[in-house]
C-alpha cells in the first residue's frame, strides 16, 4: 500500500452510518451546530441522506412549488405522477431495510407452511387422479402386457378398416344406375340370328334357339331372331331358391355356424354367476391393491377376507378358496377367516376346515356354531354343541342352542345344569322355571333371584305363576316386593317398561298379574298436576295395542283417584261400551252416577243400555232416579219420552210431556209435543200447540218449519207458503227454511220465483254451499244445465272448499272429464265425506268394483255419521258382494247409527217412517238411491 493510501483512511468522505451520533460511546449528546448547517461545510462534503439538501429550482420555472406536473409520461409505477402525491420525501434507505425484513420475514414463514402445503396440494392431486384417472392411467396394465407381444404377432394385427361411409370415401366417384333387365335381353338378342324354324315355332309363330323360343314380341327392330328365350321372372326365382339353400345348409351347419336357439340362450344367461359389478380395469386395481396389501401385513384378516370375496364375485370361486385357505394359515386365531373359509367349501371340505379352526380356537363360539351347521343330522349337531360346552360350559348362546334340540326331560336335566354354569343368564333360569313342577319352580325363582337381585322379569315370572296355581293373593305381594328390592338394588322402575310387561301379561293370559303391575307402577315418576292427562294417554295406547285389561286396570286406578271427575268416568263408559260387555257397562255406570248424580249423560247411557237389551222397567226406573238427582233437565224429560213413545206407550208419553210443558217449557220439548201429535195422526192438537209453541218461541226455527209442512202436507199451499215467509222474517239465517220454501214454489212450477229466493237467501247467507248447490239443482232439473254449469263455476270460486260442490260438480261433468274433475275435487278436499263418497260412485259407475269397495270403505271410516255413505255401500254390496259383505255392512250401520246426508234425513224425517230404526232405514234409503251412471 502506498503513503497516500496510509494518510487517507478509508472511512473518510463517506456518509455517517444510520442513527450515528459522534462521541456517543465517550458519553457525549448529540447536537447540532452552525457549521452543520451553514456555509461552513465544505462544498465537496457529501451531504447526509437523511437530511438532504432540497432540489434547487430551475430560475425559468413558472410553475409553483405546490404544482405537479401529473403528464401520463410523468407517471411512475411506484411513486405515481411525478413523485408521491402524499408526501414530498423519495422512498428513502429506512423503508427499504423495512421491506427486506418483511421480504425476510414472509420468506422463512413461507418456508415453514411450505411442506405442508405441497403434501395437501399432492393429496388433492392424486385423490382427483384417483376419481378421474387419466387414459394413459387406465391402459397402463394393456401397455405393459405389449412386452410379451411377439413380432409374428405384432405383423398379423390386422389393418385398421375405413370406417368412412363411401360418399365420404369417394366424394367426386360417379353414381351409377344400374340397367334394366329388358334392356339386357335386347342386347343379347341382337347378338346373333337363326333362319331355322321348327314345327312348334312354325306353330306359334316364332323362332327356335339353341337355348329356346323368341316369340315375335321379342323381335329386335331389324327383324333379326335372338340367340335364347331369357326368362328373367325364372331366373329370379332360382336365384333366391339357391339362396334359401345355401342359408338352410349354413343354419344347419354345425361346423360352420352354430344354430342359435334364442330361449335357452337366455336361460343360459340366467343361469351364469352374477358377475361383478364393476369394469374389468376396477377389478385388476382391486386385486393389485389387495394383494399389495396382503404382502404388506399378512397376519391383516380383512385383506384375506376381502380378496376371497373378491374371487369369489368374480365367479373364480377355487382362487377364492385357495385365498382363504392361505390365509386361514397366516392368521391361525382369527374366528372371521375360519368362518368364512367354511362358507366358501363344498360339504365335507366344510366340515374339515372347521375342525381344523377348532383346533386353533377351542373357546370361540361362532366356530362351534359354524361346526354343528355344517352337520346335517340332529344327533351330530347335538355332539358338536356338548363338545363346545364342555370347552365354553359359560356359554348361554351355546345352551340355548342345545336346549332347544333336545325333548322336554332332557331338556329340564340341561337347563339345571346351564344355570349352574351361566348363573347370571334370565332366559337360562326362567326357561327351566317354566319346564318345573309347582314347587321347583318356585325354588328355581328364589335361587334366580338371589342370583340376579336386578332384573324384574324373575318377580313378574313368579307373580305369573302364582296366579296360575290359584294363589291370587300373594300376586299383589310379590309385585310389591318387588319394586321396593329392585329399588334397594338401585335399580330405576321405568314406567313404560312395566306397562308393555303387563301387556304381555295379559296376552298371555295373566290378568290379575297385569291389573297388579299397573296398579303398582301407574304413579311412578309422574307429576300430580300431569296424572289424569299421563293415565289417559296410558289407558288410550293400552286399547290401541289390544291390551284391553290394562286399559281397564289403569281407568279403575284414574277413578279411585279422581271418582268425581265426570271426563274420566265418560271415557271409562264409552271404553266399555266399544270394548266391554253389556254388564261391565252397567256396572261402571252404576257407580258412575253415584259419584256423579249431575252428570245427565251418565245417566242416560245407562237407561240406552238397559233399553237396548229390552229391559225397558230397568231403563225407566234409571230415569226416574236421574229425575231426582236433575229436576226439570230437558234431556232426560226427552229420553223418557222417547222410552215410552217407542214402546208404544203413547198415553204415558203425553202425560210426561205435558208434565214437562208445565214444569221445564223448552222449544225442543214443544217441538216434541207437536211432532207426537202430528206422527198420531192428531192434526189439529198438533196445530194448537204450534200455535202457542210459535209465540213463546218466535225465533226455533224447526217450529216453522214444521207449521210449514203440515200445511203443505194438507194441501194448503198459500198457508205453508206464509208460514215458512213468517218464519224467514224470524230466523232469515235458517239454511232449512229457504230450501222449503224455494222447492214450495219450484213444486208449483213457479221456476223464477223459485231462483229468485235462492238468489234472497245467498245475499243474506254469503259463501253458504247448500244454497249454491240447490240453485245449480234447480236450473238443472229445469232442463238448463248450461245456467247449472255457469252456477257451479262460480259457486266454486265463493266456496272453493265445499265437498257437497265438488261432489255434484264430478257428475255435472261428461263422462269422459269426470276422472279429471275427480282428481281436483281430492286435490282441494282430499278428507271430505262427500267427495270420497262420488269418487267411489264413479268408480263403481265404471264397474271397477274392487276400486269402489275401497273407496267406500275409506268413506264410512272417515264419516261414520253420514247415513247416504252407508246406504250406497249397502246398494253397491247387494248388487256386486256376497252376503257375508252385506252383513257386515248393516252391522257396521246400525253401530255407527247415522243421523246426516240428504237421502237418509229425506226418509228418516218422513213422518210416516218415524217409528223405524237404523236396521230398517238402511234398506228404505238404499232402494230409494239410484245406481250411479
Given at each position: 500500500?502506498?503513503?497516500a ?5 478509508n ?8 442513527g ?11 447536537f ?8 461552513a461545510r ?9 437530511h ?6 430551475k ?20 411513486s ?13 434507505k429506512?423503508?427499504?431495510e423495512?421491506?427486506?425484513?418483511y421480504?425476510a ?12 402445503r ?7 392431486i392424486?385423490?382427483?387422479r384417483?376419481?378421474?384417472?387419466k ?9 405393459r ?11 398379423n ?30 342386347a343379347?338378342a341382337s347378338?346373333g340370328t337363326?333362319?331355322v ?6 306353330k ?8 329356346g ?18 326368362d328373367?321372372?325364372k ?10 339353400i ?14 342359435v336357439?334364442p330361449?335357452?340362450?337366455?336361460t ?16 385388476k ?23 376371497a370375496?373378491?374371487?369369489?364375485v368374480?365367479?373364480?370361486?377355487q382362487?377364492?378358496r ?18 368364512e ?11 374339515a ?11 370361540s363360539?361362532?366356530v ?11 344327533k ?6 356338548k363338545?363346545?360346552?364342555e ?16 325333548e ?25 322355571a ?59 322402575i ?11 301379561c ?11 303391575i299397573?296398579?303398582a ?12 292427562h ?16 290394562c286399559?281397564?286396570?289403569i281407568y ?10 265426570k ?44 233399553w ?10 234409571i ?6 238427582a236433575?229436576?226439570?233437565s ?18 204415558r208419553a203425553?202425560?210426561l210431556?205435558?208434565?214437562?210443558r ?11 209435543s ?26 226455533f ?7 210449514g ?17 213468517q218464519?224467514?222474517k ?16 219450484e ?15 245467498r ?11 240447490e ?8 232442463g ?10 262460480k ?15 264430478i ?9 279429471t274433475?275427480?282428481v ?13 263418497l ?34 250406497y255401500f249397502?246398494?253397491?254390496e ?7 259383505t252385506q ?39 238404499s232402494d ?5 251412471t
Amino acid at each position: 500500500m502506498s503513503h497516500a493510501n496510509r494518510k487517507n483512511k478509508n472511512f473518510l468522505g463517506q456518509p455517517a452510518p444510520l442513527g450515528y451520533v459522534p462521541g456517543l460511546g465517550r458519553g457525549a449528546t448529540g447536537f447540532t451546530t452552525r457549521s452543520d448547517i451553514g456555509p461552513a461545510r465544505d462544498a465537496d462534503d457529501i451531504s447526509d441522506d437523511r437530511h438532504a439538501p432540497p432540489l434547487k429550482k430551475k430560475k425559468d420555472d413558472k410553475d409553483d412549488d405546490d404544482e405537479d406536473d401529473l403528464n401520463e409520461s410523468n407517471y411512475d409505477e411506484f411513486s405515481g405522477y411525478g413523485g408521491s402525491l402524499c408526501s414530498k420525501d423519495p422512498y428513502d434507505k429506512d423503508d427499504e431495510e423495512a421491506d427486506q425484513v418483511y421480504d425476510a420475514i414472509d420468506k422463512r414463514m413461507d418456508e415453514k407452511r411450505k411442506e405442508r402445503r405441497e403434501k395437501k396440494l399432492q393429496e388433492e392431486i392424486e385423490r382427483y387422479r384417483q376419481e378421474r384417472p387419466k387414459i394413459q392411467q387406465q391402459f397402463s396394465d394393456l401397455k405393459r402386457e405389449l412386452a410379451s407381444v411377439t413380432m409374428e404377432e405384432w405383423l398379423n394385427l390386422p389393418e385398421v378398416g375405413d370406417a368412412r361411409n363411401r360418399k365420404q370415401r369417394n366424394p367426386r366417384k360417379e353414381k351409377f344406375t344400374p340397367v334394366p333387365d329388358s334392356v339386357l335381353a335386347r342386347a343379347a338378342a341382337s347378338t346373333g340370328t337363326s333362319n331355322v324354324l321348327s314345327e312348334r315355332d312354325q306353330k306359334y309363330g316364332g323362332l327356335s334357339t339353341p337355348f329356346g323360343t323368341i316369340t315375335p314380341g321379342y323381335s329386335t327392330p331389324g327383324g333379326a331372331a335372338t340367340p335364347g328365350d331369357i326368362d328373367m321372372k325364372k331366373i329370379g326365382e332360382a336365384r333366391n331358391t339357391l339362396m334359401d339353400i345355401k342359408l338352410t345348409q349354413v343354419s344347419d351347419s354345425v361346423s360352420g355356424q352354430t344354430v342359435v336357439d334364442p330361449k335357452g340362450y337366455l336361460t343360459d344367461l340366467q343361469s351364469m354367476l352374477p358377475s361383478h359389478g364393476g369394469d374389468i380395469n376396477d377389478v385388476k386395481k382391486a386385486r393389485l391393491l389387495l394383494k399389495s396389501v396382503r404382502e404388506t401385513n399378512p397376519k391383516h384378516p380383512p385383506a384375506w377376507i376381502a380378496s376371497a370375496r373378491l374371487e369369489e364375485v368374480t365367479g373364480k370361486v377355487q382362487a377364492a378358496r385357495n385365498l382363504i385357505m392361505k390365509g386361514c394359515e397366516e392368521c391361525p386365531k382369527s374366528e372371521d377367516i375360519w368362518l368364512e373359509a367354511a362358507r366358501l367349501m363344498p360339504g365335507d371340505q366344510a366340515k374339515a376346515v372347521v375342525a381344523q379352526a377348532v383346533r386353533y380356537m377351542p373357546n370361540s363360539v361362532r366356530v362351534w356354531i359354524k361346526a354343528a351347521e355344517v352337520e346335517t343330522e340332529v344327533k351330530a349337531k347335538k355332539r358338536v354343541y356338548k363338545k363346545a360346552l364342555e370347552h365354553i360350559p359359560n356359554s348361554v348362546r351355546l345352551w340355548k342352542l342345545l336346549v332347544e334340540m333336545e325333548e322336554e326331560e332332557d331338556a329340564r336335566i340341561l337347563l339345571s345344569r346351564a344355570v349352574e354354569c351361566c348363573p347370571t343368564s334370565v332366559e337360562l333360569w326362567l326357561a327351566l322355571a317354566r319346564l318345573e313342577t309347582y314347587d321347583n319352580a318356585r325354588k328355581v325363582l328364589n335361587k334366580a333371584r338371589e342370583s340376579i337381585p336386578t332384573d324384574r322379569q324373575i318377580w313378574i315370572t313368579a307373580a305369573k305363576l302364582e296366579e296360575a296355581n290359584g294363589n291370587k293373593h300373594m300376586v299383589e305381594k310379590i309385585i310389591e316386593r318387588a319394586l321396593s328390592s329392585l329399588r334397594a338394588n338401585m335399580v330405576e322402575i321405568n314406567r313404560e317398561h312395566w306397562i308393555k310387561d303387563a301387556e304381555d301379561c295379559e296376552k298371555s293370559g295373566s290378568i290379575i298379574t297385569c291389573q297388579e303391575i299397573i296398579r303398582a307402577v301407574i304413579s311412578v315418576g309422574v307429576e300430580e298436576e300431569d296424572c289424569k292427562h299421563t293415565w289417559m294417554e296410558d289407558a288410550e295406547s293400552c286399547a290401541a295395542h289390544g291390551a284391553y285389561e290394562c286399559a281397564r286396570a289403569i281407568y279403575a286406578f284414574a277413578l279411585t283417584e279422581f271418582p268425581s271427575k265426570k271426563s274420566i268416568w265418560l271415557r271409562a263408559a264409552y271404553f266399555e261400551k266399544n270394548h266391554g260387555t253389556r254388564e261391565s257397562l252397567e256396572v261402571l255406570l252404576q257407580r258412575a252416577v253415584a259419584h256423579c248424580p249431575k252428570a245427565e249423560v251418565l245417566w242416560l247411557m245407562g237407561a240406552k243400555s238397559k233399553w237396548l237389551a229390552g229391559d225397558v222397567p230397568a231403563a225407566r226406573s234409571i230415569l226416574a232416579l236421574a229425575f231426582q238427582a236433575n229436576p226439570n233437565s230437558e234431556e232426560i224429560w226427552l229420553a223418557a219420552i222417547k222410552l215410552e213413545s217407542e214402546n208404544n206407550e203413547f198415553e204415558r208419553a203425553r202425560r210426561l210431556l205435558q208434565k214437562a210443558r208445565a214444569s221445564a217449557p223448552t222449544a225442543r220439548v214443544m217441538m216434541k209435543s207437536i211432532k207426537l201429535e202430528w206422527c198420531l195422526g192428531e192434526i189439529d192438537k198438533a196445530k194448537t200447540l204450534l200455535e202457542e209453541a210459535v209465540k213463546h218461541y218466535p225465533d226455533f226455527a224447526k217450529l216453522w218449519m214444521m207449521k210449514g209442512q203440515i200445511e203443505e202436507e194438507r194441501g194448503q199451499l198459500e198457508l205453508a207458503r206464509e208460514a215458512y215467509n213468517q218464519g224467514l222474517k224470524k230466523c232469515p239465517n235458517s239454511i232449512p227454511l229457504w230450501l222449503l220454501l224455494s222447492r214450495l214454489e219450484e213444486k208449483n212450477g213457479q221456476l223464477i220465483r223459485a231462483r229468485s229466493i235462492l238468489e234472497k237467501a245467498r245475499l243474506k247467507n254469503p259463501q253458504n254451499p247448500e244454497l249454491w248447490l240447490e240453485a245449480i239443482r234447480v236450473e238443472n232439473r229445469g232442463g238448463l244445465k248450461n245456467i247449472g254449469q255457469t252456477l257451479m263455476a262460480k259457486a266454486l270460486q265463493e266456496c272453493s272448499n265445499s265437498g257437497i260442490l265438488w261432489a255434484e260438480a264430478i257428475f255435472m261433468e261428461p263422462r269422459p272429464q269426470r276422472k279429471t274433475k275427480s282428481v281436483d275435487a281430492l286435490r282441494r278436499c282430499e278428507h271430505d265425506p262427500h267427495v270420497l263418497l262420488a269418487a267411489s260412485n264413479l268408480f263403481w259407475s265404471e264397474r271397477k268394483v274392487t276400486k269402489a269397495r275401497e273407496w267406500f270403505q275409506r268413506t264410512v271410516k272417515i264419516d261414520p255419521d253420514l247415513g247416504d255413505a252407508w246406504a250406497y255401500f249397502y246398494k253397491f254390496e247387494m248388487m256386486h258382494g256376497e252376503i257375508e259383505t252385506q252383513n257386515e255392512v248393516r252391522k257396521r250401520c246400525i253401530s255407527a247409527e247415522p243421523h246426516h246426508g240428504e237421502q237418509w234425513c229425506k226418509v228418516s224425517k218422513n213422518i210416516e217412517n218415524w217409528r223405524l230404526r237404523t236396521e230398517e232405514l238402511l234398506p228404505l234409503v238404499s232402494d230409494s238411491l239410484p245406481v250411479p251412471t
